[in-house]
């Protein structure tokens, strides 16, 4: 089948002279009146490898340049294949821009329905900035402020000191309920402790998927499954801290009930999050209501102030 359409250039021993045709239906061409001497010539079409010709035109004669081939050009097409920890990694960027009125930082919840999983390091790296952020050390100084006007945890006495006994008592509730329940535990289980925004359906289904999240979460592998990570890590986070409150207040079977109204806590902030944070935070990324979502648990600084404010539920105070 001949290539109609190609572009021919005709060049002997002066360029200056040079020729050009295009090949009709047939993929034929002519040149009427080329220069005696050595002749040179290049063929090109779009979608097809250039092809030429040389050769020697003598004085009057009729030169046939033998069927030339055109063959399809050859594309070069660069793949990029990024690894998911650097896609995840870029996801956690835009995620530590989100602050609720502009300062409270909202680390753990994901507006992106469809995020890649994290990595265990990318785990702990959540959980250190979180702990680390001036907004916990803050609301932690106001957790220990109505403790201390509330006389909880007697034992720790009033004063200077007292207020430093239960500051470092809730800091460390914190820190080691999100280490455990963020970090840890979602390593060894495989499971992502974020908490990813519905935004979509009515307020009832919505209500029931924030709801559900505090006891359901997306694994890694992106399948829903019972959140071992936020339900173990209140209950190990209870016990420890029995090793640090005052002894009366020691009481190893309200591990269990800490734990529940830590579930309850996590369902509120849950639903917090998904009705009223998002209006307050600005510069959000775009949610593809399309894609839909998957939870995990609520571990927000906001979510946190109800974690700390109801964490140690204690007899004898």
């Known amino acids: 089948m001949g290539v109609a359409g190609a572009a021919i250039k005709l060049t002997g021993s002066d360029p200056a002279t040079s020729q050009q045709a295009v090949s009709d239906n047939d993929g034929r061409f002519a040149f009427a009146h080329a220069r005696t001497g050595p002749i040179h010539v290049a063929i090109t079409a779009d979608g097809f490898a250039a092809q030429q010709f040389d050769g020697y035109f003598e004085p009057a004669q009729t030169l046939e340049i033998p069927q030339i081939t055109l063959t399809l050009a050859t594309v070069n097409t660069e793949v990029r294949v990024v690894p998911p920890q650097v896609i995840a990694e870029a996801q956690i960027k835009e995620q530590e821009k989100q602050k ?146 005052p002894e009366k207040d020691r009481d190893t079977g309200l591990i269990l009930q800490n734990a529940l109204i830590g579930i309850g806590a996590t369902a509120a902030a849950n639903v917090f999050q998904e009705f009223v944070v998002r209006k307050l935070t600005p510069n959000l990324p775009p949610h593809d209501p399309g894609s839909g979502g998957a939870g995990g648990k609520a571990h927000t600084l906001v979510g946190k102030a109800f974690g700390l404010l109801g964490s140690h539920v204690r007899d004898g105070d």
């Open 100 to 245: 609720a009125l502009g300062f409270i930082p909202n680390f753990y919840v994901s507006y992106v329905p469809n995020a890649v999983a994290l990595a265990p390091k990318q785990k702990f790296e959540l959980a250190w900035k979180t702990m680390l952020d001036p907004v916990t050390f803050g609301i932690t100084g106001a957790v220990a402020g109505i403790q201390q006007a509330q006389n909880d945890f007697s034992g720790y006495g009033q004063g200077a000191d007292g207020y430093a006994k239960r500051y470092g008592a809730a800091y460390a509730d914190a820190a080691i309920g999100t280490m455990i329940g963020g970090a840890i535990l979602p390593s060894l289980f495989k499971q992502d402790p974020r908490y990813f925004y519905k935004g979509t359906g009515s307020k009832k289904s919505r209500l029931m998927y924030a709801l559900a999240n505090s006891v359901i979460c997306k694994g890694d592998n992106g399948r829903w499954q019972a959140n071992y990570s936020g339900i173990l890590g209140g209950m190990a986070a209870g016990a420890i801290s029995n090793l640090y409150y």
